[in-house]
């Protein structure tokens, strides 16, 4: 009998071992993963480029673009579920590592230096929007799925960079614009500006700045729609009691991604003339006068 068993346990080594020649791979992940359940998923490692450089991102290169934070969602029938958030001071912050099941995935990644996010099931919004990037991915896990993948990034704010040619008054405080519809929101599902509204957005002016020409510039991002759009908005120069002491009124200003709209002018002096330019790495020129 204890012959027998011997024998019996030889064979079954003997088949295991044949099992494991022709598969070595499929051991290894046995052996690894530990059990049928944890099989049916992967951890894949995403990296970022942005569509302009089409560079990789590092934790370097976010910081550099001054990103504060990084979310990544996934979407199943159009609703949208938060996987990761990562804040610029959290430990590995650019590191994206997912465990994701077998099958498809339908993920979003969002990357911006707004100021106070909030983030819902499918949209974020900023107190303060700043320069943000967008992009998607469709990702079939399977056990020979990729261990890791590059993501593009393409800009989705938009930037008005004011300038203001008249000497600055000594009682000068602030610098505002107002426009009839700006986007404080993005569709993450979509990656489009959303969440218009009516608002004032000011800066107070350095007192550096006063009884100096040519000198003052504040810039004001949003996020924009895939199209683009314009609106009417005024500029404001206040006092230091809120009065305003200088204006202009700029109808039908264009907007879009990736796109500086830079508006020059007098606003306390008779002469008035308007430019609206594009930052290199943000696009091409677009001149107006006011």
């Known amino acids: 009998m204890k012959k027998m068993m ?3 346990l030889s064979a079954a080594l003997l088949l295991i071992n044949a099992a494991c020649t022709r598969d070595a791979e499929e051991c290894e992940v046995n052996v690894a993963v530990g059990s049928a359940d944890s099989m049916q998923a992967k951890t894949i490692t995403f990296t970022f480029s942005d569509a302009v450089s089409q560079q990789a ?33 959290d430990d590995g912050f650019g590191a994206v590592r997912l465990t994701l099941k077998y099958g498809q995935h339908d993920l979003r990644f969002v990357a911006s230096r707004g100021s106070e996010p909030t983030a819902g099931t499918g949209v974020i919004t900023w107190v303060k929007p700043s320069d943000t990037f967008w992009g998607e991915m469709a990702v079939d896990v399977s056990p020979s ?15 008005l960079v004011i300038k203001v040619t008249d000497e600055i008054p000594a009682s000068a405080a602030a610098l505002s614009v107002v426009p009839d519809a700006w986007y404080y929101g993005l569709d993450v599902m979509t990656g489009e500006g959303c969440d218009a509204r009516r608002q004032e957005r000011e800066v107070q002016i350095p007192a550096s700045y006063r009884g100096t020409s040519g000198k003052l510039s504040a810039s004001f991002f949003g996020l924009s729609p895939a199209d683009g759009w314009q609106t009417d908005l005024s500029v404001l120069m206040k006092d230091g009691g809120g009065d305003v002491i200088g204006s202009v009124s700029l109808p039908g200003v264009g907007f879009s991604r990736n796109v500086t709209t830079t508006y020059s002018g007098g606003l306390t002096g008779a002469g008035r003339a308007v430019t609206i330019s594009v ?12």
């Open 6 to 8: 011997i024998c019996a």
């Open 145 to 159: 799925a990729a261990s890791s993948l590059a993501v593009t990034l393409r800009r989705v704010a938009t930037r």
């Open 57 to 89: 991102m590092t934790r370097s290169s976010l910081a550099d673009m001054e990103v504060t934070d990084l979310w990544v969602y996934e979407f199943n029938d159009g609703d949208g579920t938060l996987l990761l958030h990562q804040s610029a001071s």
């Open 279 to 290: 930052d290199g790495e943000w696009g091409e020129d677009d001149t107006h006068e006011w």
